[in-house]
Structures are given as C-alpha cells and as structure tokens.
C-alpha cells in the first residue's frame, strides 16, 4: 500500500480467477481472504466482495467479533449462501449479480429442453456404441412449460421458452400481473410438459419438490432445476424417475456441492446432472467484476444502490 | 375391390407405418410395391405415392417399360432420391412435403447448437465417469449463424436461430430480398459461429462442403448438416475436425444411409451423429398421410397441386 492509499478497505472472499477491479485498482486498498481467514479480516474491512460465491464463509463467520462491513456484494443471484438471522437484522446492506445470470440461465434451459425433446442423450449413447437407431422425437412448439420462480431469471427462462414456442406459467411467492401465486402451483404441474424450478431458496421454497409434488406431473413431462438444490427432495425426484411417474429430469444444482462421487444421483436412470454451471459462460466473471465496479462507484458517491437484497424474504424484490 | 372400386389406382411404395389414407379409403384402388415390385407394378398406377423416402427404387425402375403414373408424391421434402432425367423430362408431376418439416428440422438444428454451446455431450460424458468438472460455456446471443439453404427449411431454421438471439445469413441459388448468392458463400462462412447445411441435393450442391470451405471457417466454429449427406465431402469434415481447424459438427445425414457400423464417423473426434431424424416428430406420419390426401382431392378436382417440385432444379422454388 502507498501512501496514497485511501480510507475505504474492500476484502474479497477470494476465488481464481480473481476479480478484475478496473478504475477501482489503486484508489481502494484490496485485502484478500478464504474460509480460514475471513472471520479475522472481516472488522477491518469496509466492503465485503463475496467473489466465491460457492462459499459458506460468511454465514460462519458472521456476526463474530468487531466491526463489520457496511455493504456485502455476493457475485451470485442467491443469497442463501451467505443470509444468516444476524446479518438479516443487521445494517449491512447486502447486493447480488442480478443482470448477469438471467440470459445465460434461460439459454441454458431451452437447451435441455430442447435436448430432452429431441432425445439427444440416447442419441449420443447409440452413437458411442456405433448404432444406427431412427426414432421420432418430439416438437417443442406448442407444449407448456411451469416455470417456479418469478424473479428476473424464472422471467428470462419463460421469455426464451416463448421464443422457441413453448408456452410458460410463471409460479411466484405472491400472486400478481402475469404470476401465479403458489396455490396454483400443483395445477400448473400436473398440466405441464416442463416443470422449472429456478426460485431462490428461502423458507417457504426449502423442499417444495418432494414425492406429492413429483405425483402430480404428467409422465410424460420432465423436470429441471436450476435454482438450488435445496428446492428439491433429491429422494424422491429419483424414486418418480425409478417409478416413471415422470419422463426425465436435469439437474444443474444439488443439495451437497460438488456432488459427491459415491452419490447414486450420478446414475440414477432418466436424470441429467451438471456441475452447477448453468450461468456460467465465457465473459460472465469480467461481467461481474464490472458490475461491482459499478456498484462501488455509485456506493463511493453515497448514491443509492441497486441490486440490494431483502434480507428478510432473501431476495432482491421484483417489479 | 368392389364394382364401386373407382378408376384411378394409387400405388403406394411401403414403409411402416403405411399412411392413413382418411377420406380416401375406398374411393381409390390402392396397391402396395417393395423395391422389387415397383417396376411391374408402375404400368398400372395413376399416383404414386413414395411413402418410404428413403428408398431409390424410383430412380432404379423409370423410365421402364409401359404407362407411367401421371403423378408422383413424396412424402419428404428432398426429391434427390427419387429424380432421374427421364423422369425430369417426362410430363409426370412431382410434389413434395413442403409445409411438415420446416418447424421440427429448424427445432433439431436449435437443440444442435444450444448443446454444442452449453457442452452438453462432455458434461455427460463427465456424469458418465461420475466426475463434477465446472467449466464456462458459450452465451448463444450475439453469435451468427450461415444458412446454406434458401427454401423454407433454410428459412425456417433463421427464423428460430433468430428468437433465440442468433442472427442468420441465408445463402441460395440465387440472390434476392434477404438472401445471399454462392458468390458471398465464403465470406458469410469466414465470419460465421455456425454454419447450417440445409440445402437440397442438386447438381450444384453436391460435395459443396469440402476442404477448402472447411478451411475458411472459424477454429471456433461448428458446422451442422441437416441437408443431405452428399453435400459434405465427409472424409475432408472429419480431417478438418481432426486438425482442429474447426471446433465441432454434428451430422443427421450422410453419403449412404444407414452409416455402416465401421464407418470412421461414429468416433470422429468433435462428431455428432444422428440417424437422419431432424424432421420426424411424433405426428408428422398423420400429417404427411393429410397432406397427401389433401394434394390428392385438388388433382381429383382438376385444380392446380400445390408443393409442385420443378424437375430440373430438383425442388419446389421459392418465394
């Protein structure tokens, strides 16, 4: 550090690559942390930069002792990772990555769906065996979609899904213009070809995919997670695919991360499993990384913030 | 067949399922032939209808001896299979399945590219070995897309690279209004994410896919064939693929169907291979069996067929 090294102190929770900080370089001093060094290192730091999103850290590490930062930005949507009772009651202002992930995600998901359509896996697995199987698959253009979660990424998904032709119900917390409200929630499952789930996790969502809710699809429909694991009952979704109560399933995120390599989840027949990567393209972290700068400056001014959480619902709330 | 059995008789040329005749059934005298009968059988037909389109007896048994049918149906939309120069310079209609295709081949080449872009096949070869590996995949909008093929397969597979954010060059025979000629074939190749083969079979397309072409694409690029396999030259694709001069393929089609078992295709590396199935959805045998019977109430009625195939240029020309 300089001389010239300003009073503001940012302590990233580190994770490679790291965070390029554009015009913030130099004008803030940059303390670096992990899981062991963060309860420490937090009453000296003004503002938090929870870059390993994939991290507990901080829900460990907080309230601890000292002074804690006034604002904690997470480079992730969710904020389950981080939320504990006592940074909801406390004044630290928490932001998350809203705008980064919705496009990535909802591509991401018209994938899948329109690999499960077309049968892509099986035909993958006859090809490796070199054989030449002709089926009929199926088209994408007129069935429906359930998509739960009404924040701007279960929006973004709905939207893209419309672009290929499928049409979507979104599912959220409250009822409102163009939502339904959660009572409409097992309607709206039993009629649809695809069931989302991409809602944060809170209390009310913890489990809301178990065994009842996995009776009610249709078998021919298939069901992808990309939201958290925790929104699923991982059990029963493999004993409804063992059952065949539904076609197939895709998850992108589990209750445990990674996935443990003895995990029956891995094999279970009909179910797709990817690594948590479903936002993750090529240009996202210099994306998140100008996004804080951004914040900063609006922060370093006194100006408002956006993207700032409601700690209590665990959410930035929608329009 | 009754004394009512009705003076125009309709041969079929047999796959299975056989076509739903609906309104038809009893007011036509139908008669069945396999490969080895359609040439004794072709004196005695009025119609027919080539209902395995796969299938090269066509070609194999005209001109042949004695009366030809007046008209002659395909249900698919490429005629390569069936067009030979007697037949082209004969006065015999030739029609085809225009207007079933289009949206389930354009969903297929959607699902082809989302996969490729989000590394569908690795992530489940990764789930295969029971291994979490996070990698950073490709965001689809933005990217650009050349579509070689003008007809309404071609556009309609611009149509929905294009709601899914993708913008499309069409290449044709011809230039006209928001299509490219040959001449900007190169160039369109050179810049482009992914390149679309949809065009038909014709004297002019035939290998049109070969070495040098390869060599113009983007490292970065994949290349799809949705067409017709005698588009590629397929021993220069799985050279290019193995050079890494392009970054992946995928391929429904190809110089001789079924793709043996020893074909080196099935293991070529960066290869995607699908048993000629883009356009088949479920449903689309009872669509092709209503479109044939509603082409065939219009030539009953002595009004003009739509979906008329124009001999020499080997497909139905375009608007």
Same mark, same amino acid.
């Given at each position: 550090?300089?001389?010239? !090294?300003?009073?503001?102190?940012?302590?990233?929770?580190?994770?490679?690559?790291?965070?390029?900080?554009?015009?913030?370089?130099?004008?803030?001093?940059?303390?670096? %942390?992990?899981?062991?060094?963060? !309860?420490?290192?937090?009453?000296?730091?003004?503002?938090?930069?929870?870059?390993?999103?994939?991290?507990?850290?901080?829900?460990?590490?907080?309230?601890?002792?000292?002074?804690?930062?006034?604002?904690?930005?997470?480079?992730?949507?969710?904020?389950?990772?981080?939320?504990?009772?006592?940074?909801? %009651? #406390?004044?630290?202002?928490?932001? *998350?990555?809203?705008?980064?992930?919705?496009?990535? @995600?909802?591509?991401?998901?018209? !994938?899948?769906?329109?690999?499960?359509?077309?049968?892509?896996?099986?035909?993958?697995?006859?090809?490796?065996?070199? @054989?030449?199987?002709?089926?009929?698959?199926?088209?994408?253009? =007129?069935?429906?979609?359930?998509?739960?979660?009404?924040?701007?990424?279960?929006?973004?998904?709905?939207?893209?899904?419309? !672009?290929?032709?499928?049409?979507?119900?979104?599912?959220?917390?409250?009822?409102?213009?163009?939502?339904? =409200?959660?009572?409409?929630?097992?309607?709206?499952?039993?009629?649809?070809?695809?069931?989302?789930?991409?809602?944060?996790?809170?209390?009310?969502?913890?489990?809301? /995919?178990?065994?009842?809710?996995?009776?009610?699809?249709?078998? #021919? %429909?298939?069901?992808? *997670?990309?939201?958290?694991?925790?929104?699923?009952? &991982? #059990?029963?979704?493999?004993?409804?695919? %063992?059952?065949?109560?539904?076609?197939?399933?895709?998850?992108?995120?589990?209750?445990?991360?990674?996935?443990?390599?003895?995990?029956?989840?891995?094999?279970?027949?009909?179910?797709?499993?990817?690594?948590?990567?479903?936002?993750?393209?090529?240009?996202?972290?210099?994306?998140?990384?100008?996004? /804080?700068? &951004?914040?900063?400056?609006?922060?370093?001014?006194?100006?408002?913030?956006? *993207?700032? @959480?409601?700690?209590?619902?665990?959410? @930035?709330?929608?329009?």
């Amino acid at each position: 550090m300089t001389a010239s !090294a300003p009073g503001t102190t940012l302590l990233v929770l580190d994770a490679e690559p790291l965070p390029r900080l554009g015009r913030l370089t130099g004008r803030v001093r940059v303390e670096h %942390a992990d899981a062991s060094t963060l !309860a420490d290192r937090l009453p000296y730091a003004d503002v938090l930069l929870v870059w390993d999103f994939t991290s507990t850290a901080v829900r460990a590490a907080w309230p601890g002792e000292g002074r804690r930062p006034r604002w904690v930005h997470t480079a992730s949507a969710g904020v389950d990772h981080l939320l504990c009772p006592e940074l909801a %009651a #406390s004044d630290t202002v928490v932001t *998350n990555a809203r705008g980064v992930f919705e496009r990535p @995600v909802a591509e991401y998901v018209a !994938a899948l769906v329109l690999a499960l359509a077309k049968d892509l896996p099986r035909t993958w697995d006859l090809q490796r065996e070199g @054989v030449w199987r002709h089926r009929e698959t199926q088209r994408v253009a =007129g069935t429906r979609a359930c998509v739960v979660g009404s924040g701007p990424i279960g929006r973004s998904i709905a939207a893209l899904l419309k !672009a290929v032709g499928i049409t979507s119900a979104i599912v959220g917390r409250v009822p409102r213009t163009g939502i339904h =409200g959660p009572g409409d929630l097992d309607r709206l499952m039993a009629r649809a070809d695809w069931v989302i789930a991409a809602a944060p996790l809170t209390e009310q969502t913890y489990g809301m /995919f178990d065994e009842r809710r996995f009776g009610v699809m249709q078998p #021919s %429909a298939r069901f992808i *997670n990309v939201g958290r694991g925790q929104l699923v009952v &991982e #059990s029963a979704l493999a004993s409804a695919l %063992a059952r065949r109560w539904i076609a197939g399933a895709a998850l992108d995120v589990f209750a445990r991360e990674p996935l443990s390599p003895d995990s029956p989840l891995w094999h279970a027949p009909g179910l797709l499993v990817s690594p948590h990567m479903s936002g993750d393209t090529v240009g996202s972290r210099d994306e998140l990384g100008a996004q /804080f700068v &951004e914040l900063y400056e609006r922060w370093a001014a006194g100006r408002p913030l956006s *993207n700032v @959480v409601d700690k209590q619902r665990g959410y @930035v709330p929608g329009h």
